[in-house]
């Protein structure tokens, strides 16, 4: 019985081990792939940048009494976006957005010569002339180099200003410092946060990617500011496809539309122009920024992540990702992927790390909305998914055949268990012809045998009052009758 149902447990285990892939119970969760397409991964890292410059600026004039006249301009440098690269601070751009191309100086120079002495000199970066050839003197002598002669003292500093996408918006926003710019105005420039930071881990920051697709026609997407973040200016993304070749140093890599519906070197480059100088190109199959935005007029490029990278290691600053966005990657992953109940306390723990942040109270919301809703995956049985590449009849067919083969063992072994046991036959007992009495006297009869007999053990004669006449053989103990002269069995004589 031991036997018999230890192999019907093993047929059963069988069974459940070709029947359980097939079940829905056994099917592993949905795989949380990161999304693709996506520009969500990098939206909050994405700033807002605006460069200006301070010039203080003194005016010796000595054409009659000596005065000293001062002034201070602002000048605007640039505007643009830029992407967080670290949760510290450290921010790239381009170069032009807070260096300025144009010799801030001989603006000052301009302007505070116009206002002092009455005179018409366009408030530009250009070097001019006078017809007075004594205020031409003393404006030639104005504009920069300083020199010993000099009548213009300056003193520049700029000031950069990064607004961060959060909600309120920040009408101050963040100070930063140009650690290091670029050898040309489209190189990337990096700048370091030096004023008080949002939440206390830091600020969120992008994926930079390893290289540039190398396709043609690759899609990509391109995010930015028009304007300061606010309730009325959103974060901008715009579609954008790779064109073949380039990408290497700062004359970058074209775009171009595959479909050719849409100019988008000039769409770009109109989107720069406005504010998107600088912003980050985001790659379609990862959501990692693959380079930046570049160009402007009619033609926009971009400058590859290579050059990004380049940059960054020279001055210094490596490139990291911090506890908002593994917080926030996971709970992104798990939203595009419908689990809205599990996205939901991802994005409030975003919220509770860095407050404001834009983009994760608007993916909480909507996961609050759809979630336990008919869309959540979260709360629905996993659908067992379609087979097509693997049928069913192989395993209908090895369950079969191997449950016949326990059946057949099952049926085996009960039959020869109910089958009795013959039982071993006793040999068979070997008797001595019987010889004939012979009354010679004093005549011994030997009786050979062919087979031993086995030793029969002397009985003991007990004779009774009832019995007074029998007798037994005193050699082999047989019963003799009374006339017996010998042992009828073994020969030898009766004692009379």
């Known amino acids: 019985m031991a036997r018999l149902t230890a192999l019907a447990g093993g047929a059963a285990v069988a069974l459940t081990a070709l029947f359980l892939p097939l079940s829905p119970l056994s099917l592993p969760a949905a795989a949380h792939e990161h999304p693709s397409g996506v520009t969500d991964l990098v939206t909050p890292a994405v700033v807002r ?14 054409i009659r009494d000596l005065v000293h006249v001062e002034r201070s301009y602002k000048v605007p440098i640039g ?23 144009q010799d801030l100086a001989v603006y000052a120079a301009n302007k505070i010569f116009a206002e002092h002495h009455k005179v018409k000199i366009p408030a530009d970066f250009e070097r001019h002339k006078l017809k007075d050839d004594v205020l031409d003197h003393h404006l030639q002598q104005c504009y920069p180099p300083l020199t010993s002669k000099a009548t213009c003292i300056f003193a520049i500093r700029t ?16 100070k930063a410092d140009l650690v290091r710019a670029g050898s040309g105005p489209d190189a990337p420039a990096v700048l370091q946060t030096s004023g008080r930071v949002v939440g206390s881990v830091g600020l ?10 190398e396709s043609a026609g690759s899609p990509t997407n391109v995010a930015g500011f028009l304007g300061r973040p606010g309730p009325t200016v959103q974060n901008t993304v715009e579609i954008a496809h790779l064109a073949k070749g380039g990408g290497a140093g700062e004359n970058g890599r074209p775009f171009a539309d595959p479909e050719k519906k849409v100019d988008e070197p000039v769409k770009l480059a109109g989107l720069a122009d406005r504010g998107l100088r ?15 935005l570049i160009g402007g007029g009619n033609a926009a490029r971009m400058i590859g992540i290579r050059e990004v990278t380049a940059a960054l290691a020279k001055a210094g600053v490596a490139p990291r ?5 593994s917080t926030f990657e996971a709970a992104l992953t798990r939203y595009h992927t419908k689990y809205y109940t599990e996205a939901a306390p991802g994005f409030q723990r975003v919220l509770e790390l860095y407050p404001g942040n834009v983009v994760a109270a608007a993916l909480l919301k909507d996961s609050l909305a759809k979630r336990g809703g008919p869309e959540d995956r979260g709360v629905r049985p996993v659908a067992v ?15 079969a055949v191997l449950f016949l083969a326990a059946a057949t063992g099952a049926f085996l072994l009960w039959r020869r268990r109910r089958a009795p046991e013959p039982k071993p036959e006793p040999p068979p007992l070997v008797t001595a012809p019987a010889q004939p009495l012979d009354d010679s006297a004093g005549q011994t009869v030997v009786v050979r045998r062919s087979q031993p007999f086995a030793v029969i053990p002397q009985q003991k004669q007990v004779l009774t009052a009832q019995e007074p006449s029998v007798k037994y053989c005193t050699a082999c103990g047989m019963r003799l009758g009374a006339a017996h002269r010998f042992c009828g069995y073994c020969g030898h004589p009766s004692e009379t």
């Open 385 to 399: 998914p379609p087979r097509a590449s693997t049928p069913l009849w192989p395993f209908i067919v090895a369950a």
């Open 49 to 62: 940048v605006e460069a200006t410059a301070h010039i203080d600026i003194t005016l010796l004039d000595h």
């Open 79 to 101: 505007v643009g976006t830029g992407t967080v690269v670290n949760p510290e601070g450290a921010i790239v751009t381009l170069t032009r957005v807070v260096k300025s191309e």
């Open 278 to 292: 600088g912003a980050p190109v985001i790659g379609d199959k990862d959501g990692h920024v693959v380079g930046l």
């Open 321 to 325: 990702r911090g506890a908002i966005d």
């Open 159 to 174: 000031d950069i200003t990064v607004f961060p996408n959060v909600s309120p918006a920040d009408p101050k926003g963040l």
């Open 204 to 213: 969120p920051t992008a994926p930079l990617a390893d290289r540039v697709p």
